[in-house]
C-alpha cells in the first residue's frame, strides 16, 4: 500500500517561503512520477507542478512559474515544493500525488495515490 504524508505547510505572510515535503512509503519511490496540486475552498483541485522519476523532465503551471520549484530526494523517498514570493491567492490546501497513468499528466483523475494534504494560508 502507497502511502503518501506532506507536511511544511502553515501560516506565512504575502512574500514568504515555504517548503512542502511529502515522503512516499510503500512503493518504488525511485520509479514513480510525482506531483503537487492545490484546492482553494469552494474550487476544483487545481494542478501545481509535476516530476518524473529522474527530475528531467518538470512542468508547472503557469501561475507559480519562477516561484515554485518542485524537487525530490530520491534516497529519502521525499518529494519537495519550494514556494516562494507567496501570495494571497496561493492559500490552498497543498496535495502531494504518485503515480500517474501518463505523462505529463496535470489532471487529479490521472493519479492513483494521493496525500491528506497540508494548509497554506498566506495573510495580506
Known amino acids: 500500500q502507497v502511502q503518501l504524508v506532506e507536511s511544511g505547510g502553515g501560516l506565512v505572510q504575502a512574500g514568504g517561503s515555504l517548503r512542502l515535503s511529502c515522503v512516499v512509503s510503500g512503493g518504488t519511490f525511485s520509479n514513480e512520477a510525482m506531483a503537487w496540486f492545490r484546492q482553494a475552498p469552494g474550487k476544483e483541485r487545481d494542478f501545481v507542478s509535476a516530476i518524473n522519476a529522474n527530475s528531467m523532465s518538470i512542468y508547472y503551471a503557469d501561475s507559480v512559474k519562477g516561484r515554485f520549484t518542485i524537487f525530490r530526494d530520491n534516497a529519502k523517498n521525499t518529494v519537495y515544493l519550494q514556494i516562494n514570493s507567496l501570495k494571497f491567492e496561493d492559500t490552498a490546501v497543498y496535495y502531494c500525488?504518485?503515480?500517474?497513468?501518463?505523462?505529463?499528466?496535470?489532471?487529479?483523475?490521472?493519479?492513483?495515490?494521493w496525500g491528506q494534504g497540508t494548509q497554506v494560508t498566506v495573510s495580506s
Open positions: 500525488a504518485a503515480h500517474p497513468w501518463t505523462w505529463p499528466a496535470r489532471r487529479p483523475n490521472e493519479y492513483s495515490y
